[in-house]
C-alpha cells in the first residue's frame, strides 16, 4: 500500500528498552516519529536513523501528558499511530504495597494512555490512525507479588477493548500488544530482586524466568517492535480492533 505523505507515530517511553526498539523500527521504515520520553538524551541517537522529534513526557504527571499532545499535534493535524508504551512494574506482596505505589503504578500505566489518546484523538480520527497499547501476560490472568502490576495492565486491556469498539465508527483501531518477559532492563531489574531474595546467583534467576516461556528464552525487544509495526503499518491492521496479541512463546497457552 503506497503512502503518498510521511507518515506519523507517537511512541512513548521511547527512551529504552521495547519502547526504544519500536521508534527505531517506524523512523527506519520512513515514518516521522514523535519519541516521548522523559529526558532527550536517550533519544537522541535515533535521530540518525530517521525524522525523529523529541517530545518530553513524564506519565506520573498529567500536567506533563497535556503538553506532551499539545506538541504532537503541533507538528501535525493528523497522527497515523500511537503506542502507549511506558510503563513500571512493582514486584512486592499485598502486604507490602503501599496506597501510594498502588496509585502511581495505575497512573503512568493507565491513566495516562487514558489521557493521551484522549487527548491526541482528533489527529487519530482525522488520519484513521491506529492505537497499540503495551499490555502484558499481566493483562491476561495474575502473578503473585504484581498486584498493583496486574492490576493496571488488566485495565489497560479493558481500555483497550473498549476504546476499539467505541472508535470503530471513526476508523481509528485499538489493539493490545502483550509481551512476556522481554530482554530489557524489567527483566533485569527483576531478575536482581530474585537473585538478591533468595541468594541464588543471577543467572540462575533468569534462567528461572525464561523457563516460563515455553520457547526458553526471552522475547527480544526487536520482536515487540515487529509486531506493533505490523499492527499500525500494515494492510491487515486497518481491519484488526479490540485484539490482544500476545508475544510470550507460549507462556499463557
Ligand atoms: N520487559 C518485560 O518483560 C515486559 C513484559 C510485559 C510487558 N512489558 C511492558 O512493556 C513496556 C515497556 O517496558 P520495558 O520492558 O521496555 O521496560 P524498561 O526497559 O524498564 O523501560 C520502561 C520505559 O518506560 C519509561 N517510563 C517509566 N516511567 C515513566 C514515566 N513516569 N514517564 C514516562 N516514561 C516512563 C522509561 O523511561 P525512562 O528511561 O525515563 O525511565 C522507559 O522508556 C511497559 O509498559 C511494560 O510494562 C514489559
Same mark, same amino acid.
Given at each position: 500500500m503506497a503512502f503518498a505523505r510521511m507518515r506519523t507515530v507517537a511512541v512513548t517511553g +521511547? !527512551? @529504552?528498552g521495547i519502547g526504544l526498539a519500536i521508534a527505531e523500527a517506524f523512523a527506519t521504515s520512513g515514518w516521522t516519529v514523535? *519519541?516521548? *520520553? @522523559? !529526558? +532527550?538524551a536517550p533519544v537522541e541517537p535515533l535521530r540518525a536513523k530517521g525524522d525523529v522529534r523529541f517530545v518530553s513526557f513524564d506519565a506520573s504527571s498529567n500536567d506533563s501528558v497535556l503538553a506532551a499532545a499539545k506538541s504532537v499535534l503541533a507538528g501535525g493535524a493528523r497522527l497515523d499511530a500511537l503506542v502507549n508504551n511506558a510503563g513500571i512494574a512493582l514486584s512486592a506482596s499485598l502486604a507490602k504495597t503501599s496506597v501510594e505505589d498502588f496509585a502511581r503504578i495505575q497512573q503512568v500505566n493507565v491513566a495516562a494512555p487514558f489521557l493521551l489518546t484522549r487527548e491526541l484523538l482528533p489527529a487519530l480520527v482525522a488520519a484513521k490512525g491506529r492505537v497499540v497499547n503495551i499490555c502484558s501476560t499481566a493483562a491476561k490472568k495474575g502473578f503473585k507479588y504484581t498486584s498493583a502490576y496486574c492490576a493496571s495492565k488488566h485495565a489497560l486491556l479493558g481500555l483497550t477493548r473498549s476504546l476499539a469498539v467505541e472508535l470503530a465508527s471513526k476508523h481509528v483501531t485499538v489493539n493490545a500488544v502483550s509481551p512476556g518477559w522481554t530482554d530489557t532492563d524489567m527483566l533485569t531489574a527483576s531478575v536482581e530482586r530474585i537473585a538478591s531474595s533468595t541468594g541464588r546467583s543471577a543467572q540462575d534467576a533468569k534462567a528461572t524466568l525464561e523457563a516460563m516461556n515455553p520457547l526458553n528464552r526471552a522475547v527480544k525487544p526487536n520482536e515487540v517492535a515487529a509486531l506493533v509495526h505490523f499492527l499500525c503499518a500494515s494492510e491487515a491492521g486497518a481491519a484488526i480492533t479490540g485484539a490482544d496479541y500476545t508475544i510470550d512463546g507460549g507462556e499463557t497457552v
Open positions: +521511547a !527512551s @529504552r514523535f *519519541a516521548l *520520553a @522523559r !529526558s +532527550a
